[in-house]
């Protein structure tokens, strides 16, 4: 969760030259359990670090979805693990959710689900350029790992292109929370 | 000089403010680390000892915080520019040293990555309170050299500083970060090595039998001879001559400590680093430091769309304090407001600078996050009242 | 004025003065008391070593023991009480071709400053630790020490201590130093001779001279002169090279156990090192040369 943040924030503020603070859930929680990042995308200077109520939550597991779900906008968007979160969603929030953990098996290795999430994500939020977040994985991943994590990437993407198409669009000035 | 370009890792990285840090000190040209695991500061040195290798640097995880700062000091009398990295609890026991590299006149720098306080406190959140330990942390009269990023970038960028500034005046410098900027990641570009200015160990040129090493002949910095050149010089933690040989006399410890104190206090103007927005008419100034000064921007934007004059002091370095600025301004404004993540620390320095003439108003958060922007605007509406 | 101090010596000189400040003299130590003494040996360890001794260093910490960085003709250090191995440490691993020497009194390295001392010999820093143990705290006026035998008085256990003593050269030979010894200011040739090797070994060597108090400790014991000590060293301590740690602890006004106990040869911190980094590094690793890390113009 900490590495996808470290992604986004990196496509953002490297590769497509805005604002991006990212702050990770620090102490126990970054030692096996469950654990978060916060992420600020801006247009202009982040002021403010942290997030009260993130404009989008991506939740890979059904423990951090119960910790963190109250915190999301009202007119927030709820991106999730299918098989592992049952959304009970606000009037006015959207979800889009992906198979992350299936495809990433489909793939040989169930480590790289964060980044077919991640994929998926930047297809559904749009807030960096496909290929900022591509590129933003290629120079993150460890050495070795780069086609597997790329084929994830795109396998993300993919989903969200026959699932939902052009029906989600982002917007810039984006708080995004990531929990599992 | 243009640094040593092995240490320098020049591009644009995502990286956050405690790997900016030791970015910072390598570019800074640091060779020498000794440190002790403390949260939230050991990603310095987590990132120093995976480059360090490969870049001429020697580090060592030492048994505690006193070997540690004993370790720097010792190491910076071979000439290698040194550091070490902690938070509070290890901060405190390090002054014992950082007192003995004030007497020694040793060139080197501490980081504190500050949490909340006293004690254990809140090890994996922020905190401004070690501000006035930084002053006065160490027994006996000896004046500090203190700097405070606001940001990554600003992390690194001020480490070229805080090396350069310890060269100079042959002092330790402290590098007071903050848990927020030390866990924020952002983009941090890091220049050419040519852009990068270090002010090299400045070796005396004196025959060594001639050599005196406290000899200050007018200045206020002795000349430095490192070890193993031929000098055979002493120095000590005790009162000393200029030969470095204790002196247990009112007459030696007066000139000595006279000028421990003298050579920062005198040259304040000279070291002082702040940036000013809107300061000029305001009738409200803020005077900020680290994490702080970001949040309270968002504080002054507030304030001025209900139509107050308000500027800032943004301090990066602290210590010594901008004393001729602030008073300067208290002739001319009504209030100071003074917003940090402790109960009351530089506020005090304010209020001492502005001597009465007008109130300096302590927005304080208690640690464990920044402040509420709403609560530095509505500090701000009060004073401009 | 500093007097500048020739390497030629003539007749009317002592022979080690090249070796001391003569410009400090007189010092502080008391008559009869034995630090001076191991000063004196050690300088002639030097000298008949033939080492260049603008590349030794001394570092001492606080005490009677911690006054002797100040009076030798060395670059010197005299440090903060107990932290004389952990700067000797940073001093060592800033210029890696320095030799350097710890002085320290008992109190200093193994009371206040024992973790550095057992952290040290694990690691096997490259440097000399020359312990004077002189059973007390001498300085602040005959306080308890991690030394002082059971039932031996002292001005914090005026009836008598009742605390277990350190065997200090098995605390040393345990925690991996490279060489041990240990012998009394009344050993002259053999401590000398002991100096000398130990300089010419490599890893944390540590000798130990035993010279209790003779102002505080002999009063405080009704132990008589500085001469009736010196006395009580030729009957009771006894020369056992090789001999176990473990049977060398120090009674009151018993048998002290002298001899070089371990002499081994192990890699130093710094050889681990090098050789660690070179072979998971292979040619991306650079050490910092031996000259040091410092950057030069």
């Keep these: 969760m900490v590495l996808s943040g470290h992604i986004i924030g990196h496509a953002c503020a490297i590769n497509a030259g805005m604002h991006a603070t990212m702050i990770q859930s620090f102490g126990p929680e970054a030692r096996g359990s469950a654990c978060s990042t916060t992420l600020v995308v801006s247009d202009t200077e982040v002021l403010y670090p942290y997030i009260q109520r993130p404009d989008i939550f991506v939740v890979m597991s059904s423990e951090g979805y119960n910790q963190y779900r109250d915190e999301l906008k009202d007119d927030g968007i709820l991106i999730y693990e299918k098989d592992l979160v049952h959304p009970k969603l606000k009037k006015g929030q959207a979800s889009y959710g992906i198979t992350s953990t299936r495809i990433a098996e489909s793939l040989g290795r169930k480590i790289v689900q964060n980044i077919v999430m991640l994929g998926f994500f930047g297809s559904v939020t749009k807030i960096a350029p496909r290929e900022a977040l591509r590129e933003a994985v290629l120079s993150s991943v460890p050495a070795g790992t780069e086609e597997l994590n790329l084929k994830a990437f795109d396998a993300g993407c993919e989903y969200f292109d026959k699932e939902f198409g052009d029906a989600a669009k982002g917007k810039s000035g984006k708080k995004v929370k990531a929990g599992t | 000089m243009k640094t040593d370009p092995l240490g320098v890792l020049t591009g644009e990285h995502y990286l956050d403010g405690d790997y900016a840090c030791g970015e910072g000190a390598m570019a800074a040209g640091c060779r020498f680390v000794a440190g002790y695991p403390i949260t939230p500061s050991t990603e310095v040195v987590e990132r120093i000892s995976q480059r360090f290798p490969m870049i001429g640097g020697t580090f060592i995880q030492m048994e505690d915080e006193l070997a540690s700062m004993a370790a720097i000091v010792g190491a910076s009398w071979t000439g290698v520019k040194s550091m070490t990295v902690t938070s509070g609890p290890g901060f405190s026991l390090m002054m014992e040293n950082i007192g003995l590299a004030a007497m020694m006149e040793t060139p080197c720098v501490v980081v504190n990555v500050q949490r909340g306080g006293p004690s254990t406190g809140l090890p994996t959140m922020v905190g401004q309170a070690d501000m006035m330990q930084a002053r006065w942390g160490s027994h006996g009269d000896y004046e500090i050299i203190a700097l405070c990023p606001e940001s990554p970038q600003e992390a690194f960028d001020l480490m070229t500083d805080a090396f350069n500034l310890a060269e100079e005046y042959r002092t330790p410098v402290l590098f007071m970060m903050d848990e927020c900027v030390g866990h924020m990641t952002e983009k941090v570009v890091i220049p050419d090595p040519d852009k990068i200015d270090i002010v090299p160990r400045k070796l005396t040129r004196a025959k060594p039998e001639e050599y005196k090493p406290y000899l200050v002949n007018g200045n206020m910095i002795p000349e430095f001879a490192r070890a193993g050149d031929g000098y055979k010089f002493h120095t000590t933690g005790l009162t000393h001559d200029e030969k470095g040989y204790p002196v247990m006399s009112e007459e030696c410890q007066a000139v000595l400590v006279k000028r421990l104190v003298d050579k920062i206090r005198l040259n304040a103007d000279e070291i002082a680093k702040y940036k000013e927005d809107g300061v000029d008419g305001a009738d409200v100034v803020l005077v900020t430091y680290g994490i702080t000064a970001r949040v309270a921007r968002m504080g002054i934007d507030l304030a001025r769309k209900k139509g107050v004059k308000v500027g800032v002091i943004r301090l990066q370095i602290v210590w010594p304090f901008p004393e001729k600025r602030i008073r300067e301004l208290a002739g001319k404004i009504k209030a100071f407001v003074v917003p940090e993540i402790n109960y009351g620390q530089i506020v005090l320095e304010v209020e001492r600078c502005a001597a009465g003439k007008v109130p300096a108003i302590l927005v304080s958060h208690m640690g464990g996050g920044v402040h509420n922007p709403e609560d530095i605007r509505d500090a701000i509406l009060e004073a401009a009242k | ?297």
């Design chain 3, 1 to 297: 004025m500093s007097k500048v101090i020739e390497r030629t010596i003539d007749a009317t000189e002592h022979p080690i003065s090249p070796y001391i400040r003569m410009d400090r003299m007189p010092h502080i130590w008391c008559p009869t008391c034995g630090i001076g003494t191991v000063v004196k040996c050690y300088a002639t360890a030097l000298d008949e070593s033939g080492i260049d001794i603008n590349k030794v260093s001394i570092v001492s910490g606080i005490g009677c023991t911690g006054r002797t960085a100040g009076y030798m003709n060395l670059d010197g250090f005299h440090t903060t009480h107990g932290r004389a191995v952990p700067f000797a440490t940073g001093l060592k691993l800033g210029r890696p071709e320095l030799l350097v020497t710890v002085f320290s009194g008992d109190g200093d390295l193994v009371g206040i400053g024992g973790n550095h001392f057992i952290h040290a010999a694990r690691r096997n820093i490259d440097l000399l630790v020359i312990l004077i143990n002189n059973f007390i705290y001498g300085m602040t006026g005959g306080q308890n020490a991690p030394t002082t035998p059971i039932t031996a008085k002292t001005s914090t256990m005026p009836f008598g201590n009742f605390e277990r003593p350190f065997n200090i050269p098995h605390l040393a030979a345990s925690c991996g130093a490279s060489y041990v010894a240990r012998y009394t200011s009344l050993h002259v040739r053999r401590m000398t001779k002991a100096f000398k090797e130990a300089l010419s070994r490599k890893g944390f060597r540590f000798i130990e001279i035993v010279t209790p108090c003779s102002t505080l400790y002999a009063r405080l014991n009704k132990l008589g002169t500085g001469l009736n000590l010196i006395n009580y060293y030729e009957k009771s301590s006894e020369i056992r090279n090789g001999v176990d740690t473990r049977d060398i602890d120090i009674s009151f006004q018993d048998k002290i156990i002298c001899g070089k106990f371990i002499d081994e040869e192990r890699p130093t911190f710094l050889d681990m090192m090098h050789d660690h980094y070179k072979r998971t590094l292979g040619d991306r690793y650079v050490p910092m040369s031996n000259e040091g890390g410092m950057i030069r113009e």
